[in-house]
């Protein structure tokens, strides 16, 4: 179930939660906690939409005022690995994380 | 934190056989006693578990701290009748069973250690797949389980009833259904506990479902590692828990295992990490299972979302989704038109009445304060403020379909259609920010971590129609357009879309090589809008926008306005700013306006709306101003084509809107890269804007129509 849910991550492209959902067979809620799994296991690193930080670089904050929970998701360098995605270009590091 | 796959270099905090922990005394005293019998209640965050602990003990409570844990620890007792009691330790909540963080650790230990003669596991049953997940780690325990099957009136009223009898057949052992809120079903869970409690009834064991690679993975570690485990573990858990890689029981087994053995399990372990995500997907689909028997098969996935589901149906549809952001954005922009009209004329009536009466009071200090007054006051920047309506309803419009929840997915399927193009993943999201104002969105290209297509948002930001080019449209385009307006309107804010599109497709092809960009987003539900939230947000955005008018625009202003009065004087129109400093810019520049039949004013507004595009209507007010009763509308009709009217708003959409960005964009990606995109955005623009113009001359559109 968690491999399918990163090969499905892996393909690419924009995915919402709810069709996830339906894909695997799931709950919403379930689908969170798989990916937050996976988080934690290093295959995937969720970025932005983090709205802790008021609006600290954060591509939703004007959104923030609301409910809207706006989580990304993107596959690790492990989890590439792992699905064997391999980038076909190799991004420069700037050097400044974020 | 410990990760699950730091090896065995962790010798850790609690779960060392070694002599009795300390601040287990009440188990201590009399082990296992049975006229004494001890619970436990397990459960995930914000259950009610906490509710239902209360209810359950009543005020016969000791809380505490686990030791060497700021985690409170809460005990209590039950009275059960002919002098029997349960004692209850609430155990922290927990998602799962990891050493991921204290809770857990706690909880786990708990059981493992203390092993109570019954387990309550309390379940939300509006969050019931949730829970399972909790639970199959628990049943791998060697205590018995009793499910409390929490909020069942909540269920059945979000149409998801839970089908307790259904949901312990499933899982093989005896589910309670309570209301911890009020009480229901207490009687019945103390009984059961009782019960399950003095029988000690063993669990069932669970099946799940994993390949053939981990289940021979699992048998083989519970091989090696089944004559050393020491009690209280049991060799089954163990097993599991190497599997998936955990620390702690990795730890454990060293210090059990002889060498050689410990050499062969590790040699055994080395390539686990697949095996143990099956084990934990595995558990997901038993969860998932087991819920599915309880909620039935059409309402475990839809919960309780079911409008959210409907509506999303035709909003998130590949082609009606789009269409229907299409109508939307046409409702949005005919309201908003519809609503602000009326005022933004009440509030012009109001700007000239007091212009004028304001520069009569200035005239006492000569022709130069008078014209300072009212052209450079209250032609160009008051005139910005009577814009203050279209903003006012426009973002109130935003607002309000933001915290409904549905421009979330806007954004989703618009995202969605782009990915087609070549513009991937979370390069959208910014860009939707730009919607508001682009210098937020440039920066919030940060989300995206590959700087290729980072780069490549920064570059196609700055197209995004953003609020003040919003209003640049709301003044230019009914004079020129009449009935035509809204379609207008729509059709210059698709072409900058378009044309986002366009060059993301071709930049990605020519300079970013796709990268796999895969992007989650989570979809909040539909909601009815707080009043409060989009007020707030209004306010925001009017607020900016006010102290830009008030500050940098107010100075800009001023300055085109002293350009256009020297060295001629403040005469306004006619000779005197013909031969102004501005015009002679202008002139300079004029011939680049040539083919689009733009006269030197069209070029410095173009030329100072690169500071801020509001300012075009400013620098267009202090232009077009006249001595006579006519408006600055329709001088301008007067005097421009619609085709040169169009070319002038297709640069104004299309290039960069403003100083602000420049500098964001230089600051994300460097100066060469900011160079190079206002490069590029004045060339399309200006190619644009040429294309436009001649297409509106085909259309016969260049000709002047005249006042009125």
């Not at chain 2, 997907?281 to 959210?308: E, I, K, L, N």
């Not at chain 2, 000569?366 to 160009?380: C, I, K, N, R, Y």
């Not at chain 2, 999201?429 to 995206?448: D, E």
Request: charged fraction near 20%.
């Amino acid at each position: 179930m968690l491999t399918r849910l990163l090969q499905r991550i892996g393909e690419g492209g924009s995915v919402h939660l709810g069709e996830l959902a339906l894909e695997l067979g799931v709950t919403v809620p379930v689908v969170r906690d798989m990916l937050k799994d996976l988080a934690l296991r290093g295959y995937l690193r969720p970025t932005g939409g983090d709205c802790n930080t008021k609006c600290g670089g954060c591509a939703f904050s004007t959104a923030c005022h609301s409910a809207m929970a706006a989580v990304t998701w993107t596959l690790t360098d492990k989890g590439r690995k792992r699905m064997d995605v391999r980038p076909k270009f190799v991004a420069k590091s700037d050097g400044r994380s974020t | 934190m410990n990760g699950p796959h730091t090896g065995v270099d962790a010798p850790s905090s609690g779960l060392d056989v070694g002599p009795p922990r300390p601040g287990t005394r009440h188990a201590d005293e009399t082990p296992r006693a049975h006229t004494k019998l001890r619970a436990a209640l397990a459960g995930q965050p914000n259950v009610g578990k906490s509710t239902l602990f209360a209810r359950l003990t009543g005020t016969a409570l000791e809380t505490g701290n686990w030791p060497g844990k700021t985690v409170e620890r809460r005990e209590g007792r039950v009275t059960l009748g002919a002098g029997t009691a349960l004692r209850i330790v609430d155990l922290p909540g927990t998602y799962s069973l990891s050493t991921a963080s204290d809770e857990e650790r706690i909880a786990r230990d708990y059981v493992l250690l203390e092993r109570p003669d019954v387990l309550a596991v309390v379940l939300d049953a509006t969050a019931l797949e949730r829970g399972l997940y909790l639970l199959a780690e628990l049943m791998l325990l060697p205590v018995p389980v009793v499910v409390a099957l929490n909020r069942i009136d909540l269920a059945e009223r979000a149409g998801t009833p839970v089908n307790a009898t259904a949901l312990a057949e499933a899982l093989g052992i005896s589910v309670t259904p309570v209301i911890a809120r009020t009480g229901q079903g207490l009687t019945e869970l103390t009984a059961e506990l009782q019960r399950v409690a003095a029988a000690r009834e063993s669990l069932p064991l669970i099946a799940f479902e994993v390949d053939q690679e981990t289940s021979h993975l699992l048998q083989r570690a519970g091989v090696l590692v089944a004559p050393h485990v020491r009690v209280p573990y049991p060799p089954r858990w163990v097993a599991h828990k190497l599997v998936e890689g955990d620390a702690e029981v990795a730890a454990l087994v060293r210090s059990w295992l002889p060498e050689v053995e410990h050499d062969a399990l590790a040699q055994l372990l080395a390539d686990a990490e697949p095996a143990g995500m099956a084990l934990a997907g595995a558990r997901y689909a038993w969860a998932g299972r087991a819920a599915r028997c309880a909620v039935g098969d059409q309402t475990a996935s839809a919960g309780h979302h079911v409008w959210t589901d409907r509506i999303d149906r035709v909003a998130l549809h590949p082609l009606f989704g789009v269409l229907g952001l299409g109508v939307l954005s046409y409702g949005v922009y005919d309201l908003t038109q519809r609503v602000s009209g009326p005022l933004q004329d009440l509030l012009d009536g109001w700007r000239s009445a007091l212009g004028e009466r304001a520069g009569a009071a200035a005239a006492r200090y000569g022709p130069w304060a008078q014209g300072f007054v009212e052209q450079g006051l209250f032609e160009s920047v008051g005139l910005l403020v009577t814009f203050l309506p279209v903003l006012a309803v426009f973002f109130l419009l935003f607002a309000l379909l933001e915290d409904t929840g549905y421009m979330a997915r806007a954004a989703f399927v618009l995202d969605r259609s782009l990915s087609k193009i070549g513009l991937r993943g979370k390069s959208f999201l910014p860009m939707f920010v730009g919607a508001g104002c682009n210098v937020p969105a440039v920066f919030g290209t940060r989300v995206i971590e590959s700087r290729s297509a980072r780069l490549l948002t920064i570059l196609l930001v700055p197209l995004v129609p953003c609020s003040a080019r919003l209003i640049v449209l709301a003044f230019l385009v009914p004079p020129f357009f009449h009935a035509y307006a809204p379609a207008v309107s729509i059709g210059l804010i698709t072409l900058n879309i378009a044309v986002i599109a366009l060059l993301g497709w071709a930049l990605s092809r020519l300079f970013f090589r796709g990268e796999r960009q895969s992007f989650v987003m989570e979809l909040p539900r539909y909601s009815v809008p707080s009043l409060t939230a989009v007020g707030i947000s209004v306010w925001t955005k009017l607020k900016a926008f006010l102290r830009d008018a008030g500050t940098m625009i107010v100075v800009i202003a001023l300055a085109v306005w002293a350009l256009s009065a020297f060295p001629g004087g403040p005469a306004g129109s006619g000779p005197a700013i013909e031969s102004s400093y501005l015009a002679r810019i202008g002139r300079f520049l004029e011939p680049l306006g040539a083919p689009m039949d733009m006269d030197w004013r069209l070029i410095v507004a173009i030329l100072t709306g690169f500071i801020a595009k509001e300012v075009v209507i400013a620098t267009l007010g202090v232009l077009y101003a006249t001595a006579s009763e006519e408006s600055l509308v329709s001088t301008m009709q007067a005097s421009i084509s619609p085709a040169t009217a169009l070319a002038f708003l297709v640069i104004t959409m299309l290039f960069i809107p403003c100083v602000g960005t420049v500098a964001a964009m230089r600051r994300e990606a460097g100066t060469r890269w900011m160079l190079f995109g206002t490069a590029l955005l004045l060339a399309v623009s200006y190619l644009f804007g040429i294309g436009v113009y001649e297409l509106a001359s085909l259309a016969g559109l260049d000709r002047i129509m005249g006042a009125g």
